[in-house]
């Protein structure tokens, strides 16, 4: 993953306003940027299963349609129905996990797909008890749409 995603741009925007408001400002542009950053975590979120995913099949993510898109979202309403509570509960884990985030996607090096994957295994672990996200993506393959749309985006044999 050599491009920093641009959810990971939007997160690192989003950090930085809440870093520089003041106190002159309305509590509602806070829960703004507050509600926006979450979006952009879950955003972020399905962006890189979307991307393991693609990998796994070696397929470019491109390639997965909106259904694929539209499947993950509900496949993953649950999971994001406890991230949400769980923020409602610790609102200081919003900033953790962004924070988080934005320090390993943007820092440069080697290996940083592997920092990326691991970092996303320790929150869906650390945070939402997925103790495994090989498990997560083998549900998605129980989801027919799922299927379908990975289905539909491997290439096909052209024959000679």
Known sequence: MS??????LVI??????????????????????????IN????????????????????EPEALNDEFSVSLIEVF????????????EMPWLVNKIASRIV????????KTEKRINQLYLSIFCKYFEYKNI?????????DPRIQRAIISAIPSAVPS
């Not at 002159?24 to 940027?33: F, G, P, R, W």
Request: net charge negative; proline share 1%.
């Open 3 to 8: 491009n920093i995603s641009p959810y990971t």
């Open 12 to 37: 690192a925007d989003c950090l930085e306003s809440l870093a520089e408001s003041d106190s002159d400002e309305s509590n509602c542009d806070e829960k703004q940027a507050m509600q926006l950053l």
């Open 40 to 59: 952009m975590l879950q955003g972020r979120m399905l962006e890189h299963i979307k991307q393991r995913v693609s990998n796994y099949y070696n397929i």
């Open 77 to 88: 309403a649950e999971i994001f129905g406890l991230f949400r509570h769980k923020f409602e």
């Open 103 to 110: 320090e390993v996607e943007t820092r440069n090096g080697s």
């Open 134 to 142: 090989e498990k997560i993506i083998s549900t998605l393959q129980t």
